[in-house]
Structure formats: C-alpha cells, structure tokens
C-alpha cells in the first residue's frame, strides 16, 4: 500500500479533519503524491453495473455517494473554502442492454452508458441485487471484471455482487466480505469470507473492495472516497450523506466495522438465497 503524504497548513477557520478536539480550526490538506515518489491509483472515471433485478440500495446508493463526491471535487459543493484544484470525476450508471434498467423491486432507471467491453474505468463497482447469480453465468460481465482487473483497474463489489466478482476468478487468496446469504457459499468454494463480516473489506493492493449490502452500502461507498480522494473530500462526502455521524473515524478505514454474528437466522436465509444469488457453477 503506498503512504501519502500529508501537508500542514495553518489556521484557516475551517473545521479539524484530524479529530484534535471540538471547534479546532486547523485541518490537513492530503497530498496525493505517494512519499516513495511511484504513480499511486487516480480515480478518473467509474462505473456502476446495472442489471436486470439489480438492488435499487445496493446499485443507487454508492451512485449517488460517488455522484456526490463529484460536486465536491469539481467545487460545487464547499462548506469551506479548499486549496486543492477541481477535479473532475466521472460517474455513470452502465446497463448491460439497451433500454432501462428494471430493479429488484420494479423501480424503472435510464442508465448514462450501455456496456462496451472495450471501455475501461478506473473503477468499476458491481452491485448485488436477486439478479445477480444470473450476471454471475454471464461472460459478458465476467469477461468486464476480468478486464478490468488485468489492466490495473479498481473492482469493488457490494452484497451478492462479491459472488460475481469471485466467479470471475480474481479474488485468489484475497480476504472479501459480502451480505450473509452467500457468505457460506463463498465459503464452500474455497475464498476467504469469513464468517464474522466486516461492513467492508478494502484490499488497495490488490484493488479489490467488497462490501455487504443495504446497511453497509452507504458507509463503504464512502470509504472508497475517503480512501482515493483523501480525507478533506471523504469528510464532506461523508457528512453529506450523515455517514460520519452514523459510523464516525471507521469510515477512513479500508477495513470496516464488524457485524453481529445470528448464526440460526443467517442459515435460513444462505438456505432460502443462496441457490439464487450464487447458483451452482
């Protein structure tokens, strides 16, 4: 993982980003110039994967998150005056067809861009939703992922979108989180999901991030913010959309907070789920 380096600037009436107490006005500016002088990863561009029966929480949420962090970078939203340059991002909701996108629940989106294989982002994120085992048999999806991730390119994944990140085989020994009702599954065909979940699991070296799904999808959308575009933008991001309130420091963590563990009820629902959001390969 690379170590950033991060520049001081003197009291400026803004509020602390670094915790030192209520009402301090003096705030670190990350720079994101890795200390060893190598190129780090940039987040330019992501994209979003929408599906037939896709969740609307788990594919719109970390949209909007990601959307919003746009209008923090570009300086359209500033709650406080910021010595870093604009920045443009790039968000988009990609459908695998033409036409709209049908959610789980029935909710109608018209997505920004149709899949072109032959188009990278720097980050693509695959949501979960009950039309996931399905994508998780489609080549056209794991052949994107795979792509992605040959290239160097971050793949982050929420809910049972993680069983379609790991069908397309590029997880290896990688530590994942996922929702409970294919943990076992992953379990059962070798990756390393532990049965205690993290909220999220962020693996920078390997540019790998999962994520449960509902609760955690808010506060891991964030962390990928806080994380690429350092702690200023992941700050407001994150008081935008009331996560630090919700979840405080854990949400400048690549590792989130651990869930509670109900063992009986999570076997009901892996019976009930799991032959549909991670089928039989």
Same mark, same amino acid.
């Given at each position: 993982?690379? /170590? ?25 500016? /990350? ?14 561009? $992501?994209?979003?994967?929408?599906? =037939?029966?896709?969740?609307?929480? =788990? ?17 359209? $939203? ?19 067809? #033409? ?18 294989? +032959? *188009? ?27 792509? *992605? ?22 997880? =290896?020994?990688?530590?994942?989180? @996922? ?11 070798? %990756? ?11 693996? #920078? ?8 799904? @509902?609760?955690?999808?808010?506060? @891991? ?16 991001? @994150?008081?935008? %959309?009331?996560?630090?309130?919700? $979840?405080?420091?854990?949400?400048? +963590?690549?590792?989130? #907070? ?10 009901? %629902?892996?019976?009930? %789920? ?8």
């Amino acid at each position: 993982m690379n /170590v950033y380096v991060e520049r001081h600037v003197g009291d400026t009436g803004r509020p602390d980003l670094n915790g030192t107490g209520p009402g301090a006005r003096r705030r670190d500016v /990350v720079d994101r110039t890795p200390s060893d002088g190598q190129a780090t990863d940039v987040i330019r561009s $992501i994209g979003v994967l929408g599906y =037939d029966k896709v969740s609307e929480q =788990d594919c719109l949420t970390p949209v909007e998150i990601f959307k919003g962090a746009t209008l923090v970078l570009r300086g359209d $939203i500033a709650p406080w005056p910021r010595e870093a340059a604009p920045e443009e991002l790039t968000v988009e909701l990609v459908s695998l067809e #033409p036409g709209v996108v049908t959610m789980q629940m029935g909710t109608q989106v018209v997505p920004d861009r149709t899949l072109d294989p +032959d *188009h990278l982002y720097d980050l693509l994120y695959i949501p979960g939703g009950v039309g996931s085992g399905a994508i998780a048999t489609d080549e056209r999806v794991l052949e994107l992922i795979r792509g *992605h991730h040959a290239a160097g390119r971050v793949v982050a994944a929420n809910c049972s979108g993680v069983g379609v990140v790991a069908r397309a085989g590029i997880l =290896d020994d990688a530590t994942v989180t @996922s929702v409970a009702a294919i943990g076992r599954g992953l379990r059962e065909e070798g %990756f390393d999901a532990p049965a205690t979940r993290r909220m999220w699991v962020g693996d #920078p070296g390997r540019r790998v991030w999962t994520a449960t799904g @509902s609760y955690g999808v808010n506060a @891991s959308a964030v962390a990928i913010v806080a994380y690429y575009f350092g702690r200023e933008v992941g700050t407001i991001v @994150s008081m935008m %959309f009331d996560t630090l309130a919700g $979840i405080g420091e854990a949400v400048f +963590d690549p590792i989130g #907070p651990q869930f509670f563990e109900h063992e009986a009820l999570e076997s009901s %629902f892996q019976d009930l %789920f799991q032959p549909m959001l991670l089928p039989p390969e």
